[in-house]
């Protein structure tokens, strides 16, 4: 299990320092493959980033245009497509909405804890969990392309 960002999702913390881990993360990890993060795609990123509850393409277009005023869909949507292809955000395919992922950098297709009442969203990294899909995939001689798991249920915070 992923042990940071993962059990802050519903607990007081300073996020400000989630935020700032995840930039300078998104940087490394850009400037180390040359990709570019332009401060567009970095401002998409900071905003998905604005909590642990996945947030919506429009809700992303509806705060960048604050400060980018000619910013579309189109706009928006691709900046999100360049952050998940270079692994620094999920789609919660659940909630057609973006998360940040908390092992940026390492690969691996992420598991995540819905709450139905707060929205927090925790990310698990189980390798264990990703092998043992994998071979039921194999095992039934499908070719595998995507993995989506997404439990929802309470989190411990609405669950008490
Ligand atoms: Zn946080
Ligand atoms: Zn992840
Ligand atoms: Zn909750």
Redesign the pocket.
């Given at each position: 299990m992923a042990a940071r960002g993962a059990a802050q999702a519903h607990q007081t913390h300073n996020h400000r320092e989630c935020i700032e881990d995840a930039l300078k993360r998104a940087r490394e990890i850009c400037a180390g493959r040359g990709a570019q993060l332009t401060p567009l795609r970095e401002k998409v990123l900071q905003i998905v980033w604005r909590s642990h509850k996945p947030v919506g393409a429009y809700d992303v277009l509806d705060e960048l245009a604050r400060s980018h005023k000619s910013a579309r869909p189109p706009t928006v949507y691709r900046a999100l497509d360049f952050l998940m292809g270079e692994g620094l955000i999920?789609k919660i395919e659940s909630l057609n909405a973006y998360l940040g992922?908390?092992?940026a950098g390492a690969p691996?297709s992420?598991q995540f804890l819905i709450c139905r009442q707060c929205g927090a969203t925790e990310?698990i990294?189980d390798a264990k969990l990703e092998t043992a899909l994998d071979q039921a995939a194999k095992q039934a001689h499908f070719a595998g392309e995507r993995k989506v798991v997404e439990i929802s249920g309470l989190c411990a915070r609405c669950a008490a």
């Open positions: 999920h992922c908390v092992e691996h992420g990310e990294v």
